[in-house]
């Protein structure tokens, strides 16, 4: 299965920018959808966007018009632009495999995730 590795985090001031970056390593990577997610201090994991294997996107409501998800499968990894950065962007980014049926689904795989602060 497939291993993944996020980076990019950092601490920005509301209204920036950042692009997170999933990097991957084993087999097939480009048969794989991948999925963004976060977790915020006392809060649940929460889906943040997602690409299907032929680069089909999708996202939550909270971050649509200001996040974009891509991938590179040459460079096995998929990418998320955050623009226009809020305080409550402020979490534990992590990116996940799965893939695309009727609906998404993910397999329990999790990176170490990547911190992103987002200061007023």
């Known amino acids: 299965q497939v291993q993944l590795v996020e980076s990019g985090g950092g601490l920005v001031q509301a209204g920036g920018s950042l692009r997170l970056s999933c990097a991957a390593s084993?087999?097939?990577?480009?048969?794989?959808?991948i999925g963004w997610f976060r977790q915020a201090p006392g809060k649940e994991r929460e889906f943040v966007a997602a690409i299907s294997w032929s680069g089909g996107d999708d996202y939550a409501d909270s971050v649509k018009g200001r996040f974009t998800i891509s991938r590179d499968n040459a460079k096995n990894t998929v990418y998320l632009q955050i623009n226009k950065l809020k305080p409550e962007d402020t979490a534990v980014y992590y990116c996940?495999?799965?893939?695309?049926?009727?609906?998404?689904?993910?397999?329990?795989?999790w990176g170490q995730g990547t911190q992103v602060t987002v200061s007023s």
């Open positions: 996940r495999p799965g893939g695309r049926g009727s609906s998404w689904y993910w397999y329990d795989s």
């Open positions: 084993g087999r097939a990577f480009s048969s794989y959808a």
